[in-house]
């Protein structure tokens, strides 16, 4: 029947293959979305040339948030002063590590070197056996010395405009630190002059 109406062959092939278009475009777009992994081809470290590899890369969505990190900052321990502690006039005369360390950071501070730390300390175990409320008030000898290194007020040095204008030697018997800071003070801008014997003199030492 269909030879004898060769148009309706035409119209009905023409429908088959209408409709086929259309469920396969329907296909088509009914397809899934795109997997979030994705295979990437890198060459094998082996052989350059041959047919790459798959690694799977997977896509992560990470959100914003907040993170709390611990930190640990590790201070280092102040030098402390290892070296002789000596002892003028025997057992009972020198300062303690403890103190001698105290000294030796003001000495440090003003540029002083190991051996004149050490020459410090036996300047004041000879001048106060280390006790900072040491005061020597003979006059008689020409004395009103303060503190760890007898530092003389009938010098001057405690006068107005002086180098310790600023000091009080009264504070030296109960602040250690700051009796140490003082003869550091004085050992920076005359040397050992002060404590020179028979030949005192202030000259800026070098070390």
Same mark, same amino acid.
């Given at each position: 029947?269909?030879?004898?109406?060769?148009?309706?062959?035409?119209?009905?092939?023409?429908?088959?293959?209408?409709?086929?278009?259309?469920?396969?475009?329907?296909?088509?777009?009914?397809?899934?979305?795109?997997?979030?992994?994705?295979?990437?081809?890198?060459?094998?470290?082996?052989?350059?040339?041959?047919?790459?590899?798959?690694?799977?890369?997977?896509?992560?969505?990470?959100?914003?948030?907040?993170?709390?990190? *611990?930190?640990?900052?590790?201070? $280092? =321990?102040?030098?402390?002063?290892?070296?002789?502690?000596?002892? %003028? /006039? +025997? *057992?009972?005369?020198?300062?303690? $590590? =403890?103190?001698?360390?105290?000294?030796?950071?003001?000495?440090? %501070? /003003? +540029?002083?070197?190991?051996?004149?730390?050490?020459?410090?300390?036996?300047?004041?175990?000879?001048?106060?056996?280390?006790?900072?409320?040491?005061?020597?008030?003979?006059?008689?000898?020409?004395?009103?010395?303060?503190?760890?290194?007898?530092?003389?007020?009938?010098?001057?040095?405690?006068?107005?405009?002086?180098?310790?204008?600023?000091?009080?030697?009264?504070?030296?018997?109960?602040?250690?630190?700051?009796?140490?800071?003082?003869?550091?003070?004085?050992?920076?801008?005359?040397?050992?002059?002060?404590?020179?014997?028979?030949?005192?003199?202030?000259?800026?030492?070098?070390?």
């Amino acid at each position: 029947m269909i030879e004898n109406y060769p148009w309706l062959a035409i119209c009905l092939m023409g429908g088959i293959f209408t409709f086929g278009s259309a469920t396969l475009g329907d296909a088509r777009m009914d397809l899934p979305p795109e997997p979030l992994t994705r295979p990437v081809f890198v060459h094998t470290t082996d052989n350059p040339v041959a047919s790459p590899s798959v690694v799977e890369v997977t896509s992560t969505a990470v959100r914003s948030t907040a993170v709390q990190v *611990e930190t640990t900052t590790t201070i $280092p =321990e102040p030098r402390r002063w290892t070296g002789p502690i000596p002892a %003028h /006039y +025997g *057992e009972g005369s020198a300062c303690t $590590p =403890e103190q001698a360390t105290i000294v030796a950071h003001h000495m440090w %501070h /003003y +540029g002083a070197s190991d051996d004149t730390v050490e020459w410090m300390l036996g300047i004041i175990s000879r001048e106060s056996t280390c006790d900072p409320a040491a005061h020597n008030g003979n006059r008689r000898t020409g004395d009103d010395s303060w503190g760890l290194c007898q530092i003389n007020a009938l010098a001057g040095w405690f006068d107005a405009g002086q180098l310790f204008g600023d000091v009080d030697p009264n504070r030296f018997a109960t602040d250690f630190e700051y009796n140490a800071n003082a003869c550091a003070r004085l050992w920076s801008a005359c040397g050992r002059g002060p404590w020179n014997y028979g030949d005192y003199y202030c000259k800026e030492p070098t070390s």
